[in-house]
């Protein structure tokens, strides 16, 4: 069963200060996303990502979130400034080539702002 | 209103019941998924329905797309202890194009099934 990998799968951070949340997607997918799902609320879209660049990201993916792919590999989520608000559990996800492949989900990162 | 309603929001059954979930969209449905989550876990893949009138199953779970009503229904036969948990549904309902998909979710559906 293909594995959409996330670290770390729980990280506490003073607010504002820098939070790097990775990703490894699954290998042949070229599709990445980030969502959220803040305690106790519906799963959110972020911003999905193709071919090196961003294709779509939501209203709450400001400028304090970045994204980035420094590698083959890893996929990364940057949020530069955290807030309280930004308490949430961030999935990654990846999707592959041909529409309507199945989007993986990540087991997610645990981001708990104090 | 929202987007994509699940109902019922929680569900409590026996062991060996039969139960259904029902995921409806406000808007035309472009591709729906049904995830699987226990709490503060991952999203578990379970099925994805693009064509209307589409039905899929795994072992004991399946689900339909009704595009006309623009809803998808997720059954389970002879639910067992290890069905428990969340069930969400997720939607393309605007037709992202491509393999590009944003997802739209629901609340979520809490099932517990009693032994």
């Known amino acids: 069963e293909p594995e959409v990998t996330q670290t770390p799968s729980h990280q506490v951070t003073q607010m504002g200060q820098e939070v790097i949340l990775r990703c490894v997607p699954i290998?042949?997918?070229?599709?990445f996303y980030w969502y959220r799902q803040i305690l106790g609320q519906k799963v959110e879209f972020l911003v999905s990502?193709?071919?090196?660049?961003?294709?779509?990201k939501s209203e709450i993916f400001d400028d304090q979130f970045s994204v980035e792919r420094p590698d083959g590999s890893n996929f990364t989520l940057k949020i530069r400034s955290t807030k309280l608000e930004d308490s949430a559990m961030y999935f990654c996800?990846?999707?592959?080539?041909?529409?309507?492949?199945?989007?993986?989900f990540g087991e997610g990162s645990w981001l708990t702002v104090v | 209103s929202q987007e994509l309603e699940q109902s019922p929001q929680s569900l409590i059954v026996q062991e060996g019941k039969n139960l259904t979930i029902n995921c409806t969209s406000s808007?035309?449905?472009?591709?729906l998924y049904w995830y699987k989550q226990k709490y503060g876990e991952g999203l578990i893949f379970l099925m994805m329905?693009?064509?209307?009138?589409e039905e899929k199953s795994h072992e004991k779970i399946t689900a339909k797309l009704d595009e006309k009503k623009q809803q998808s229904s997720l059954h389970i036969t002879a639910s067992q202890p290890s069905h428990a948990g969340i069930y969400l549904c997720?939607?393309?309902?605007?037709?992202?194009?491509?393999?590009?998909?944003?997802?739209?979710f629901g609340k979520g559906t809490l099932l517990t099934v009693n032994p």
């Open positions: 996800a990846s999707s592959g080539q041909f529409s309507g492949n199945t989007i993986y």
């Open positions: 290998s042949n997918h070229l599709y």
């Open positions: 990502f193709y071919n090196n660049e961003i294709s779509e």
């Open positions: 808007k035309t449905l472009y591709g």
């Open positions: 329905l693009q064509k209307g009138g």
């Open positions: 997720g939607a393309d309902i605007e037709n992202s194009g491509g393999s590009n998909y944003k997802l739209t």
